[in-house]
């Protein structure tokens, strides 16, 4: 007798399998895929002024800025890549020039650059980085300090040929 | 009312208002801004300190302006607070234009934008019905009026606790926990009073 009984068991043990069936099906194409690319946060590109130079350090410093900068898909880290970045400051405000600065990753593709302490603006203390240099398609984030009295912040950028 | 209980109302609404500002003028964040910005956050606390007068003022729980006095002056005060926040917005506006299109856009990062711009259309859309009042019929118009205040206060309350910046921690709080207290006993009280035939003695001219 081919009886399905539909009792509770039964239907949780189903009920896992398709689970299982269906969580699986979303998470293997990804790993196909590899390392994803970051994709721009909203309100990350505020501010932004095209073509700052790669400085040593901006302003005085007191502050770091860090992060990585890797291909998407294998994950490669990225050497000599252009990362800007800017934020309001106890140097500055946002949209000032002084504000402003790039520097460019080492062969492990990090980036540590030297700038002012950030301070809240607009009710969250937070920082911009961008990566517009047109090899790669552009990403503009913008990361929240986890508190004010932050004395770094940290980025990471996965870029996707442009 | 005694004197002493009249001086000590005003006494207290005085400092409930009066300290977060005053305390804001000692945040460090100050030396870091322009004046405009500063302007722009001071509206902001001024709204949220009239928010609190309003209900106090429409329920008649302040001393002297009871009746038709307080809803003449909760009229101008509602229009203060309209201007108050063009201010707010206006100021941030030009501190930062695309950060404030973002937030007037709901598209921004931060998390209290959006209840701040919420808090904004409610107030600008009760002081606009407000006009129209008569046209509306007394009970539509309280109905609404209570309905868009529910908006406008849980709004600009939740709007400022999580926003970081020139506000003291426990005495925005206690502005926010006072604006919220004094919403909900005017609602239930004139929720109560409606249920009652039309009140007469408190309200002479």
Redesign the interface.
Known sequence: MNLVVLNRRNLLAASGCALAAGVSALVLPARAQGVAPTASMSGGANNYRKGAPVVERIGKGGFWMTGTVRRAGDGAPLAGQRVQIWAHTVEGQEHEPQSHGATLTDKNGVFRLEMPQIIPIFGQPHGHLAYDSGEFKSVFLRPVMRSAKDKSLEAHFVLQPA | MRLARVVSIWALLAAALGVPIALSFTSE?L??R?PVYIIAGLAGMIALGLALVQPLLIAGYLPALAGYRGRRVHHWVGGALVVAVLIHVGG?WI??P??MI?ALTY????P??PWGVTAMWAIFAVAFLALFRRRLGLRTWRIVHMALAVVIVSGSVVHAM????TMETISKAALCALVVVAAIKVIVDLMQRKTRPMRSSSDGP
């Open positions: 964040l030396e870091w322009g941030l501190t930062s695309p950060d973002d598209t921004s990062p931060t209290f934008s999580l926003v970081e910046g």
